[in-house]
């Protein structure tokens, strides 16, 4: 299982921006899918999550209504919309993946194995 995070960068309070992350290497069955970030000196937070089994999702409280997560199966591809960025939104946003994550525990770090690389979101003013 490969995952390739791209977008991000530098955007201002209030911008929006499109995270991307390319998977390969696994079908589209029984497998969670989730955004992450973290910032210095911050632990791993879940941002995002879905079951692509259940259909199951998870938003974190920062993250609802700002963020969307959205799966394109066709294109191997899962995408983190994000709306009206704030400044404590400033991170390495990362994506990751894994077989069989009970619904519960999708918004753990520790239950994924498979992570993309991450990518910088900078929120400046």
């Known amino acids: 299982v490969q995952l390739q995070a791209s977008g991000g960068g530098l955007v201002q309070v209030g911008g929006s921006t499109r995270l991307s992350c390319a998977v390969s290497g696994f079908t589209w069955d029984d497998y969670a899918i989730g955004w992450f970030r973290q910032a210095p000196g911050e632990e791993r937070e879940g941002v995002a999550c879905?079951?692509?089994?259940?259909?199951?999702?998870f938003y974190d409280d920062s993250a609802k209504g700002r963020f969307t997560m959205s799966v394109d199966s066709a294109k191997n591809t899962v995408y983190l919309q994000m709306k009206n960025l704030k400044p404590e939104d400033t991170a390495v946003y990362y994506c990751a993946a894994d077989r069989g994550v009970i619904t519960s525990t999708m918004r753990d770090s520790r239950a994924y194995n498979y992570w993309g690389q991450g990518t910088q979101v900078t929120v400046s003013s």
């Open positions: 879905i079951s692509t089994e259940s259909g199951s999702t």
